[in-house]
């Protein structure tokens, strides 16, 4: 196989995940009402909870609309990522996903561009949002609309290896629907993106370790430290390494020799 054949798969994959996204308005509309929502109207009342305060990467007294906007991010890019893998068991079940795995290109590298035009997707919904947060007055630095774009980047392939991982478990769609409901909302709450490490703390002594050693939560924190022209270097690694382990027993999970797959019988 040439690079050219390589090339020519991933453009293929993208385009057919774009073009489904831009044929799923509603996809559309659902990934931004969620943050929007927390964005406009819950903000208000945890703002009188948590207050306004110094929180780290910010160097000044801020508005809780600020400090949650990051984490808002994350979330779209996690339910992206599981809506992302609902596909794959979607496409399974009626067979194109078959087509798809038995090409003479490498499973890990299909699995692979899929993920990245997931990641795409994601990156454009969070660029939508950040568009509107701005008429709203959540106003970062300019130049941080470019350095969180690695940053999303990075995260959106960690929380989308994630959701890879699960639909190599799960045969039928039904029950993907159900498992995504006892990820999601664990990961989301269980992190700081509603609130900071130290308020946490505060709290409940198991929910901050919890929240520590959370993936999601190194996400955000990439993506909060990003958004404001730095670099979270901790953060960066734990993404990273969760990235690695969740694209590798994936990629296992979907060989017929090896993984899931091949108990449940093949792709």
């Known amino acids: 196989m040439r690079l050219l054949h390589y090339l020519r798969a991933l453009r293929g994959i993208i385009v057919r995940e774009l073009y489904r996204f831009v044929h799923q308005g509603g996809r559309f509309g659902a990934a931004l009402v969620r943050p929007l929502v927390w964005l406009f109207i819950f903000a208000a009342g945890f703002r009188s909870t948590l207050g306004i305060a110094i929180i780290p990467p910010y160097e000044t007294y801020i508005l809780y609309e600020v400090y949650i906007t990051p984490g808002l991010i994350g979330m779209i890019q996690l339910f992206n990522g599981m809506q992302s893998s609902l596909s794959m068991v979607y496409d399974r079940e009626m067979g194109s996903m078959k087509t798809l795995l038995i090409t003479p290109l490498p499973r890990w590298y299909l699995l692979t561009s899929k993920l990245v035009a997931g990641t795409l997707v994601s990156i454009l919904q969070v660029y939508t949002f950040l568009a509107i947060a701005w008429l709203y007055q959540i106003q970062p630095p300019p130049i941080g ?24 478990f799960i045969k039928q769609l039904e029950n993907f629907a159900g498992v995504m409901n006892f990820v999601i909302f664990p990961m989301f709450f269980m992190s700081t993106a509603l609130y900071p ?6 709290s409940n002594e ?29 953060a960066f690694c734990y993404t990273l ?15 017929p020799s090896k993984g899931m797959m091949q108990r449940k019988g093949g792709a």
């Not at 490490?197 to 505060?202: D, G, Q």
């Open 145 to 168: 609309y470019l350095t969180v774009l690695p940053a999303l980047l990075l995260t959106g392939l960690m929380l989308g290896s994630l959701g890879l991982l699960l639909s190599s």
């Open 197 to 202: 490490l130290w308020k946490i703390k505060e």
């Open 206 to 234: 198991l929910l901050y370790t919890l929240a520590e050693y959370n993936p999601f939560s190194q996400a955000v924190e990439l993506i909060r430290f990003a958004l404001y022209g730095q670099f979270n270097q901790y």
């Open 241 to 255: 390494a969760a990235l690695f382990g969740f694209l590798g027993l994936a990629i296992v999970g979907y060989n």
